[in-house]
T-cell receptor, first 113, second 117 residues
Framework: QKEVEQNSGPLSVPEGAIASLNCTYSDRGSQSFFWYRQYSGKSPELIMS????GDKEDGRFTAQLNKASQYVSLLIRDSQPSDSATYLCAVNMFSGGYNKLIFGAGTRLAVHP | DAGVTQSPTHLIKTRGQQVTLRCSPKSGHDTVSWYQQALGQGPQFIFQYYEEEERQRGNFPDRFSGHQFPNYSSELNVNALLLGDSALYLC????????????????FGAGSRLTVL
């Protein structure tokens, strides 16, 4: 089992729709979760972080966390063509006394006009 | 406020050669992590440096080594290059104040794209 799993996509949604991206993780002790956006040929940029169960909203983005189910999701409302990118789920894992951030393979999102 | 800077941006090497990649962390950050990202894949954790010591390592062979300097900058060295080492190498910095609390918020550099022929 991979430490962080995401559907690779592509996930195709029409402009203005809600895009839903999902992620599961293996380490039940993980406490910090992040969504990064990566445009083609660019480096990842942080768009959301979430540490507690429930929802966290920031503009058009909502992150959802369910630690019991080891599940994290990202909703993008009113999707725009500029949202077309790969979305990386990242989970902070603690081992050997230190934290390290582990990424999923990413889900490619395509928003079409 | 300078972000994370990496050099070189692109480089081409041949199999068996050695390469050194460099990274300067964001101002105020003291921890540097290195990731390898192959085409179409997520970033894979190589190792993390803090106080000039490697404190975490991913599943990479000893051909991958690193160093952190007193000014927190870091180098990634790869020896005996293989074709499979072709990838985007990402440096990310963070503050141990965040890292040890569990909120490991990383800031990424633009990356160094390595092509091995």
């Amino acid at each position: 089992q991979k430490e962080v799993e995401q559907n690779s996509g592509p996930l195709s949604v029409p402009e203005g729709a809600i895009a839903s991206l999902n992620c599961t993780y293996s380490d039940r002790g993980s406490q910090s979760f992040f969504w990064y956006r990566q445009y083609s040929g660019k480096s990842p940029e942080l768009i959301m972080s979430i540490y507690s169960n429930g929802d966290k909203e920031d503009g058009r983005f909502t992150a959802q966390l369910n630690k019991a189910s080891q599940y994290v999701s990202l909703l993008i409302r009113d999707s725009q063509p500029s949202d077309s990118a790969t979305y990386l789920c990242a989970v902070n894992m603690f081992s050997g006394g230190y934290n390290k951030l582990i990424f999923g393979a990413g889900t490619r999102l395509a928003v079409h006009p | 406020d300078a972000g994370v800077t990496q050099s070189p941006t692109h480089l081409i090497k041949t199999r068996g050669q050695q390469v050194t990649l460099r990274c300067s962390p964001k101002s105020g950050h003291d921890t540097v992590s290195w990731y390898q990202q192959a085409l179409g894949q997520g970033p894979q954790f190589i190792f993390q440096y803090y106080e000039e010591e490697e404190r975490q390592r991913g599943n990479f062979p000893d051909r991958f080594s690193g160093h952190q300097f007193p000014n927190y900058s870091s180098e990634l060295n790869v020896n005996a290059l293989l074709l499979g080492d072709s990838a985007l190498y990402l440096c990310a910095s963070s503050s141990v104040a965040f890292g040890d609390s569990g909120a490991n918020v990383l800031t990424f550099g633009a990356g160094s794209r390595l092509t091995v022929l």
